[in-house]
């Protein structure tokens, strides 16, 4: 309950917040990372604050990218075993003890979400904030999945198999997130969508 408490707190005062999400194992060379580091300086540039989950990887990669251009750079670090991960690049962070909790202040304090290609802790992430929007637990909010690669298998099983032959979700289920094909599209989708919210 501290946690909850305590995090809520923390980001009570973050504005135009946008999560990113992605792997811990992807290095400065991969050109996923070079796509969030892109990313993340473009919103940088534009005024948002770029919250991570604190770490290496695509982590990383966002939160340098908000850095460098003098953006608020957030990081919602969890308390391993081996210690915390926290990456160089965050100016204001704090360590969670319990998964749970850091999934829900990251879920919370986004007007945005952006998911670039990770693993099982990415896809966990992915499917819980759809879910919510699914079950109308959370309002409608940009979902956007960095890396057609990456994510155009699994969009494609969703809507062939979970959809079509299964019949197990509806159609417009399928639409609540979006494969954007480059990081300038992805920009677009979130600038477009947050003038609209502050106008």
Excluded at 90 to 109: D, I, P, Q, W
Excluded at 110 to 123: D, K, N
């Amino acid at each position: 309950m501290s946690e909850f408490i305590e995090g809520f707190q923390f980001i009570a005062d973050l504005k135009k917040e946008v999560s990113i999400f992605g792997s811990t194992r992807f290095k400065p060379t991969n050109h996923h990372y070079q796509d969030a580091l892109k990313l993340s300086r473009q919103l940088g540039k534009e005024g948002f604050t770029i919250v991570t989950g604190g770490g290496p990887g695509i982590m990383e990669a966002a939160n340098r990218g908000a850095y460098e251009t003098g953006a608020d750079s957030v990081g919602l670090n969890i308390e391993l075993a081996s210690g915390q991960r926290l990456n160089k690049y965050v100016k204001k962070g704090m360590g969670f003890h319990y998964f749970f909790t850091r999934k829900v202040m990251l879920a919370y304090s986004a007007q945005a979400y952006i998911f670039f290609p990770g693993g099982l802790g990415t896809l966990s992430e992915f499917f819980d904030i759809v879910e919510l929007i699914q079950t109308k637990k959370m309002e409608r909010i940009p979902i956007i999945c960095v890396g057609k690669d990456f994510w155009g298998a699994l969009d494609s099983w969703i809507k062939q198999h979970v959809l079509k032959v299964h019949h197990a979700i509806d159609e417009k289920d399928t639409q609540i997130y979006t494969i954007a094909d480059s990081v300038d599209q992805a920009f677009d989708i979130i600038v477009k969508t947050k003038e609209r919210t502050y106008q």
